[in-house]
Nanobody, 123 residues
Framework: QVQLAESGGGSVEAGGTLRLSCAVSGHHSCIYFASWFRQAVGREREWVAGMLIRGGRSEYADSVKGRFTISQDNAKNTLYLQMNSLKPEDSGMYYC????????????????WGQGTQVTVSS
C-alpha cells in the first residue's frame, strides 16, 4: 500500500506563492508517476501537473504552465508543487496522486490519492 499526505495549502492574495508538499509512505517502489490535481467547488477535478518518479520528466496543464513547478525529493519521499503568480482561479482543493501505469492526465490511472489540501487565492 501507498499512503499520500498533502500539506502546505492556505490563503494568499493574487500574485502570491505557495508550496504544496506530498509525503509518500508505504511500498512506493511500484509508483511510475505522480501528479497534482485540483478541484474547485462546483467543478470537476482537473489534472495540474505530473512527473515521472524515475527520470524526472514533467508536464503541466496549459493553465499553470510557467507558473507552477512540480518536483520531488527522493531522500524525503516527498513530491512538491511550487505555485507562483497565483490567481483566484487557482483556488480549490489540491490532491496528489500516484500511479503505477497509464496516462498521467487520466485520473482513472491513479490508484493512490491523498486527502487534499485547500488553496484559496483572493483577488
Amino acid at each position: 500500500q501507498v499512503q499520500l499526505a498533502e500539506s502546505g495549502g492556505g490563503s494568499v492574495e493574487a500574485g502570491g506563492t505557495l508550496r504544496l508538499s506530498c509525503a509518500v509512505s508505504g511500498h512506493h517502489s511500484c509508483i511510475y508517476f505522480a501528479s497534482w490535481f485540483r478541484q474547485a467547488v462546483g467543478r470537476e477535478r482537473e489534472w495540474v501537473a505530473g512527473m515521472l518518479i524515475r527520470g524526472g520528466r514533467s508536464e503541466y496543464a496549459d493553465s499553470v504552465k510557467g507558473r507552477f513547478t512540480i518536483s520531488q525529493d527522493n531522500a524525503k519521499n516527498t513530491l512538491y508543487l511550487q505555485m507562483n503568480s497565483l490567481k483566484p482561479e487557482d483556488s480549490g482543493m489540491y490532491y496528489c496522486a500516484a500511479a503505477a501505469s497509464g496516462t498521467w492526465s487520466d485520473e482513472n490511472a491513479y490508484g493512490y490519492w491523498g486527502q487534499g489540501t485547500q488553496v484559496t487565492v483572493s483577488s
